[in-house]
């Protein structure tokens, strides 16, 4: 029968054939959900995709040194790092979104604006072929 272990498995003093107790060892078992995040898939996807103002490359610059915090066993200085790349991921990805949304209503209302500019265009210009075009080149 299986049993899930506790976080700290304590090891009380056995008794050794002949000799006196061993002393008693505390081991301590680090979750994986304790280990700092590094944002590493998040700052790679912004750097290619949102990277707005390099801000993408920053945070996958911060994500790499995080992830080499963690991998040393600084876990407060891992924290540091993949929260500060968490900031520059959000901040990528907002400024991005949002410029994207503006290009989107600038096309949309400029798109609109050049259609009749356009229509304007080739009535005007076919009302100067009508009128002057068919005179360039004659003597009069």
Known sequence: MYRPL????????????GGPPVASTTV???SA???P??????????????????LGFMAL?????????????DANGA????NTAKGLNIAALVLTLLLYILIIIL????????TRL?????GTSSDWHSNYGGKIGRAH
């Open 37 to 54: 995040r590094d944002h590493l898939v998040w700052s790679v996807f912004n750097t290619l995709y949102m990277n707005f103002c390099c």
């Open 107 to 114: 096309l949309a209302t400029g798109v609109l604006a050049v």
């Open 6 to 17: 506790k976080d700290e498995i304590e090891v009380g003093a056995l008794p050794h054939a």
């Open 61 to 73: 610059a911060f994500s790499v040194k995080a992830r080499d915090r963690k991998l040393v066993g």
């Open 79 to 82: 924290r540091s790092y993949g």
């Open 118 to 122: 356009a229509q304007q265009y080739q």
């Open 33 to 35: 959900a304790e280990l």
């Open 28 to 30: 301590t078992i680090t």
